[in-house]
């Protein structure tokens, strides 16, 4: 047994009052939600009142709502690569997103300003090292990969090579 069946087995067993105590503080989130809910559609100040049947209808779903399942506990999800095959991308847009681009950019023209050598020759009209890195994004020669994460923690890397232009 868990350490916690153990100590609950252990102590004195509840009176009454303890028991609905207890109720009331789990259900408490519960309660101001429905009490929210229940405001929410019954606006007298707005509108007017629900007819008799709305409000039975509006009860109905209260009920559905507090006779629901609450997940308590989310299952563990190990992570898993996703390949990328035949340069198929499956997580997110075909193209580079602006996020993703600016991360580059940024990234590769601090490197840049920090004195590594750069991957093309210098361009005449290049003024700043963020100049360079964009020119190099275009010509897709930063070797980087990107990594697009699905909410569930599963991931996909993707060679820059792979994305459309």
Known sequence: MSKVKESELLKAPQT??????????????????????????????????????????????????ENREVVEKIEEHEPVEIPCEKGKITIGPPTLTRFEKARIMGARALQLSLGAPPFI????????????????????????????????????NIPIDYFEK
């Open 16 to 65: 009454e009052e303890e028991i609905s105590e207890d109720v009331i503080e789990e259900n408490a989130g519960l309660n101001k939600a429905l009490d929210t809910y229940r405001k929410l559609i019954d606006r007298k100040d707005l509108v007017e009142p629900l007819t008799e049947k709305e409000q039975n209808s509006l009860e109905e779903r209260i009920k559905e709502i």
């Open 121 to 156: 020759p210098i361009p005449k009209n290049a003024r700043i090292s963020l100049d360079i890195s964009m020119e190099e994004l275009e010509q897709r020669v930063i070797p980087i990969t990107i990594r697009r994460v699905l909410p569930n923690g599963d991931y996909q």
